[in-house]
Each structure stands twice: as structure tokens, then as C-alpha cells.
């Protein structure tokens, strides 16, 4: 499909292959209407807080004290640090998305090495102050560990995934995202409805050549 499309024209409403054989395109994404991210987070608190509830239970059954009114008091806990971790998450996601102006503006670069986002710099300004926010908490806290991860997590303005890295993808048109899978991260590449089977068709079709 790529070789017969003209540089520098439109290829779906949205697209366009450059003059440099990439394929452009900007998205807007919705922090309040899509949540996929929110949806990523709290799902990773679940996880881990199940983690935590099924250690517990297996220490009580391990030192034979485990009997019904254990496993309703250790449920209790469990559901409880759950409610907690899920409500933070939702009030740090509603102030993560009011200093971003309720919007995640993305520019979009493909070919046929691989797929570049980058965030645009005015969001990217509100992100660094964000991680500062983060890293300052981490202090308050007495949690060191969490502030390299918070510093980084404003100073990385792009993220780069090569074909050859992807190990697997997952494609959710509902909320207008293909995850790419690779070690030891994710990248989540955007489309709209009207571009959305062309990235998936281009995507999908290099990674099965890798």
C-alpha cells in the first residue's frame, strides 16, 4: 500500500507520508473520555494487592493458623487496601489530567523500522512538573527508591518501539489503541476511527514479518 501512495500526500484523512517515507499523523487523546490509563493503573494495583492478600494466606495456612475468621479478616484488609489504592489512583488521575488541560496531545512518526510518539512540548512541560511534584512526595514520604523512577518519568518526551522488539500487540478499536508489547515496557501507539485500520494493517503486517 506504501509504494503506491505519492510523499507528501494524505494516505487515510489524518495520515500523511512525508517526504522522509514516514507516515505523520497527531492525536489528541481525552484523558477524561478514554481511560485506558487509569484502567492500566488501578489494574496494577489490583494485581498487586492480590499478590499481597494470597502471600498472607499462604504464611497463615504454612504456620496452621488459618481458619475461617483469618481468611474473612485478612479479605477485609485486602479489600480495603484495594478501595484505598483505587481511590488514590482516581484522585491522582483527576489532577494529573486538570494540569494537563484534561488532554494528551501526541505527534506520531511510522515506517517501516518502527513507531515514534512524542509528546508535544507544552505537555511535556506539564508532565516534567508533574514527575517534580512526584519526586517531592517521594521525599515527603521517606520512599527514595521513588524518586529516580518519578525524575525519569518527566525527562522522557518520546518513546521509540522497533519491529523487532515487539513481542506481541493487543487492539482495542473501542478506545483507539494498539498496545506494543516488548521488553520492559509498553508502547501504546493512538489513531482515530477514520486512520485507525491503516495503522492496525501496518502494524500487525511488520510485526508478523519480524
Known amino acids: 500500500m506504501e509504494e503506491k501512495v505519492k510523499e507528501g500526500s494524505k494516505v487515510t484523512q489524518n495520515i500523511i507520508l512525508g ?25 496494577m494495583f489490583f494485581w498487586i494487592d492480590l499478590g499481597i492478600f494470597t502471600m498472607l494466606l499462604l504464611f497463615n495456612a504454612i504456620g496452621g493458623r488459618l481458619d475461617w475468621e483469618d481468611f474473612l479478616g485478612i479479605g477485609k484488609a485486602f479489600l480495603l487496601m484495594l478501595a484505598v489504592f483505587e481511590v488514590m489512583t482516581m484522585l491522582g488521575y483527576l489532577l494529573y489530567a486538570a ?93 482515530l476511527p477514520e486512520d485507525f485500520d491503516f495503522v492496525q494493517d501496518y502494524i500487525t503486517s511488520h510485526v508478523r514479518k519480524k
Not at 22 to 40: A, D, Q, S, V
Not at 165 to 189: A, G, H
Open 99 to 191: 494540569i494537563q488541560g484534561f488532554k494528551y496531545c501526541i505527534m506520531f512518526e511510522m515506517d517501516d523500522k518502527g513507531v515514534k510518539h512524542t509528546q508535544m512540548p507544552a505537555q511535556f512541560k506539564r508532565a516534567q512538573a508533574v514527575a517534580f511534584l512526584a519526586a517531592l512526595m517521594a521525599v515527603a514520604t521517606k520512599q527514595p527508591r521513588l524518586i529516580g523512577p518519578s525524575l525519569l518519568s518527566g525527562s522522557k518526551q518520546s518513546m521509540y518501539t522497533s519491529w523487532n522488539s515487539v513481542r506481541s500487540i493487543q487492539v482495542n478499536r473501542k478506545r483507539q489503541v494498539i498496545k506494543l508489547y516488548e521488553k520492559p515496557s509498553t508502547n501504546q501507539v493512538y489513531a
Open 19 to 43: 517526504t522522509d517515507g514516514k507516515y505523520h499523523w497527531f492525536y489528541e487523546y481525552k484523558l477524561m473520555r478514554n481511560p485506558t490509563i487509569l484502567f492500566l493503573i488501578m489494574k
